[in-house]
């Protein structure tokens, strides 16, 4: 199976999506289940993972409604404030949603470049186990030294990657993120995604090859059984069609096993995520 491990769902709102700005202007819309259908079917994807945009529970429950009326969501990564001081009871309450997967926070929004290290949060990341949920890490470069003292305080919670963490593509940032990707891939429990790669590129003007450094990076340091394909659709349609952003992926790893392909195109998520 094609998985595609990453995208969202939105009913557009001006002021909570004011992160959608004026040069997003294509994605300034509704984007829901069936609008991603066809797409799917038109680039031979047979389910995704839907994730959280919105730091409410509101935003959780409504991908669980989605993922209840479209087989093809096949898991739903939501938001819960992990630093609640009721967040087992939180979480054990959440296991009623066979679907839902894990969590994610939008770590790459907070001033405090250490805030996955704060007490409250380690606290609420110590509790997903418990519970069987994974944790979604968005961050920016600027945050991965903080990321790497995160994953070594969890050695066994499924922890991964947004987006290769955001390099700074366009600007040709390489050399300190990989560093970084590097000792970060040494915990086996940490996955990454190859997503979200071309909106940090030139968005009018990128090519190929400008991405070819930084999956060879993350393909050396993580290994093709700990990559995960996503679309992050719909955001990707900024600066690139669907079609175009999973042909990269696709033509990248075409040297690769027979096997090794299907990992990172559906089998790496569907373990990861417990699909």
């Known amino acids: ?125 110590s509790a997903l186990s418990d519970f069987n949920f994974t944790y979604d890490i968005l961050v920016y470069p600027k945050q991965l030294p903080a990321v790497e003292e995160f994953v070594l305080k969890f050695p066994d919670q499924r922890l991964i990657i947004d987006h290769l963490a955001k390099p700074e593509i366009k600007r040709q940032e390489f050399s300190t993120w990989a560093a970084h990707m590097k000792k970060i891939a040494q915990s086996p429990n940490v996955y990454c995604k190859v997503s979200g790669m071309v909106t940090e590129a030139d968005w009018e003007r990128w090519k190929p090859a400008d991405f070819r450094p930084y999956l060879e990076t993350v393909l050396e340091a993580f290994g093709p059984q700990r990559l995960v394909y996503g679309s992050d659709w719909p955001v990707c349609l900024v600066a690139a069609a669907y079609n175009e952003q999973k042909k990269l992926i696709n033509d990248f790893i075409s040297t690769l096993a027979a096997n090794e392909q299907a990992n990172i195109m559906g089998g790496n998520a569907i373990t990861f995520y417990q699909l």
């Open 1 to 125: 199976m094609i998985i595609d491990s990453h995208q969202h769902f939105w009913q557009y709102d001006p002021i909570r999506d004011a992160w959608i700005d004026e040069t997003m202007h294509r994605i300034r819309r509704d984007f829901m289940p069936e609008d991603l259908a066809p797409v799917y079917a038109a680039n031979g994807i047979d389910g995704c993972v839907a994730v959280q945009v919105d730091q409410t529970p509101a935003d959780t429950t409504f991908l669980l409604n989605l993922a209840a009326q479209h087989d093809f969501i096949k898991g739903v990564v939501g938001w819960v404030d992990l630093r609640a001081d009721d967040i087992s009871a939180q979480l054990e309450q959440y296991t009623k949603f066979p679907k839902l997967k894990g969590f994610r926070h939008i770590v790459q929004g907070e001033p405090d470049n250490r805030f996955l290290l704060g007490n409250d949060f380690c606290r609420g990341i």
